[in-house]
């Protein structure tokens, strides 16, 4: 099967009149159903859609998923780019679906238009964000697009009650992570806010390094619920030998020995004088908090043993001193 260039390049304007503003259009390149892309002037294009278009004939007697495939050679043989739109673009992390929900809640009665500034900002965020978690190969020109941004904050629509209710119905399906990030924050919108703005504040700072996150590089740590570059940030205070050096001897100065503030155990007692000097520091402020100053007190850190300290990180609903105290006499009891 053959086309004119002259009938593709029609079809790709028909698209653009009649098609892209659709709700079965909206974030198509984000649907694993297409794996390839017509790029022309700027823009993308399904390319069975427009073969489709192009020969009359329907989209099923395509063959596609291949770069072989015969829509593909159609638009290549008139010299059509074709590109590929899956297997490089990572899935979304914590981080970018808080960002996408603090959106979705700040305009839940007026969504943005899927070519907003809100959304092309959002993208621009993102991709920053994207800057720091993955390596750029990780990456395809269509990572975190505008077009893949409006469709994430729609398929929030689907877990709203407040759209629901309404009688309509959102996207039916979505990605991996949404109802989680929705059940952590959607009855907290102050709370999302507050970990969206640290996250933009902290894309500022190159405190923590690298933020690939890997809990078996991490053993016994669990990413927080606030996402992996404020974790990465937490971990990276809480491990700046500077300050833990000046907490120990602020701590030995004022009280003669390092004991941990969960439950007491005390190096030096156990293993003399191999444990002298030994105990492990946590950072004690709530990981929204890291919006503001890029400093670190000695008071913000808390002698733990290694023990006490893996327990506060275990699962992602990290423990504060307090809860972990609470635990430990309620266990001794």
Not at 175 to 185: C, D, I, M, Q, T
Not at 194 to 215: C, H, M, R, W, Y
Not at 261 to 276: A, T
Request: hydrophobic share 35%; charged share 30%; proline share 4%.
């Amino acid at each position: 099967m053959h086309a004119t260039k002259e009938a593709l390049l029609h079809a790709l304007d028909e698209f653009d009149r009649e098609h892209r503003g659709r709700a079965e259009w909206q974030g198509w390149e984000e649907n694993r159903a297409h794996k390839f892309a017509i790029r022309h002037n700027g823009r993308l294009y399904p390319v069975k859609k427009i073969v489709s278009l192009a020969t009359g004939a329907p989209v099923g007697d395509f063959s596609g998923g291949k770069e072989s495939g015969q829509a593909n050679k159609v638009a290549q043989e008139v010299d059509l780019e074709v590109i590929s739109l899956r297997g490089t673009n990572p899935d979304w992390t914590r981080d970018e679906h808080i960002l996408a929900l603090n959106l979705y809640l700040k305009s839940r009665e007026k969504p943005p238009a899927k070519d907003g500034a809100e959304i092309i900002q959002l993208s621009e965020l993102l991709n920053q964000l994207g800057d720091r978690l993955f390596a750029p190969e990780d990456r395809q020109e269509t990572f975190r697009n505008p077009a893949g941004v409006y469709m994430k904050l729609m398929n929030f629509r689907r877990l709203d009650p407040l759209y629901i209710e309404s009688g309509r119905v959102g996207l039916p399906r979505g990605a991996g992570g949404e109802e989680e990030v929705w059940n952590e924050f959607s009855n907290d919108p102050a709370r999302c806010e507050a970990v969206a703005a640290a996250i933009v504040a902290s894309l500022k700072t190159n405190e923590g390094g690298s933020v690939q996150f890997d809990p078996d590089e991490e053993e016994g740590i669990e990413e927080a619920p606030e996402g992996r570059l404020l974790t990465r940030r937490h971990l990276a205070r809480e491990r700046n030998r500077k300050l833990v050096a000046s907490k120990l001897r602020s701590v030995l100065k004022s009280q003669g020995r390092l004991t941990c503030e969960g439950c007491g155990f005390d190096f030096e007692v156990v293993y003399g004088s191999r444990g002298c000097g030994f105990i492990e520091c946590h950072y004690t402020k709530p990981l929204a908090s890291l919006a503001g100053s890029s400093k670190t007190h000695i008071k913000d850190l808390a002698l733990v043993c290694a023990n006490c300290h893996r327990m506060i990180h275990r699962t992602r609903q990290w423990l504060s001193l307090n809860e972990l105290r609470d635990l430990i006499k309620e266990v001794r009891r």
